[in-house]
């Protein structure tokens, strides 16, 4: 059964936003750190962003830094990316995931024990 479930993925124009969803389904991550990872056809899982299990830490790669904010909400088991200004090169499924605590480097993809199935996300120039 798949524990995290990603949803709001889908075909945008460059310039425009998209929130996606992370919702923990067995509510069993709400103290865990849970980030958001990306990969394009052909190319390398790249880490997005990312967030402690309280919120009060979140951290961000360069290359979304200033576009995309994640959140949380542990009441309704979700975490969210909010992506604006989206440009052609944020094309990619999108996966969230969850470590098993809440430790840094938040943005380090082997402390992810359990991951998603993505959503695809494409962003028309």
């Known amino acids: 059964q798949v524990q995290l479930v990603e949803s709001g993925g889908g075909l945008v124009q460059a310039g425009d936003s998209l929130t996606l969803s992370c919702l923990d389904s067995e509510q069993t991550y709400s103290r865990s750190a849970v980030g958001w990872f990306r990969q394009a056809p052909g190319k390398e899982r790249e880490s997005v962003a990312a967030?402690?299990?309280?919120?009060?830490?979140?951290d961000y790669a360069d290359s979304v830094k200033g576009r995309f904010i994640i959140s949380r909400d542990n009441a309704k088991n979700t975490v969210y990316l909010q992506m604006n200004s989206l440009k052609p090169e944020d094309t990619a499924v999108y996966y969230c995931?969850?470590?098993?605590?809440?430790?840094?480097?938040?943005?380090?993809?082997?402390?992810?024990?359990?991951w998603g199935q993505g959503t695809q996300v494409t962003v028309a120039s």
């Open positions: 995931a969850a470590q098993r605590y809440s430790e840094s480097p938040y943005l380090d993809s082997d402390k992810y024990v359990v």
């Open positions: 967030i402690s299990w309280s919120g009060a830490f979140t």
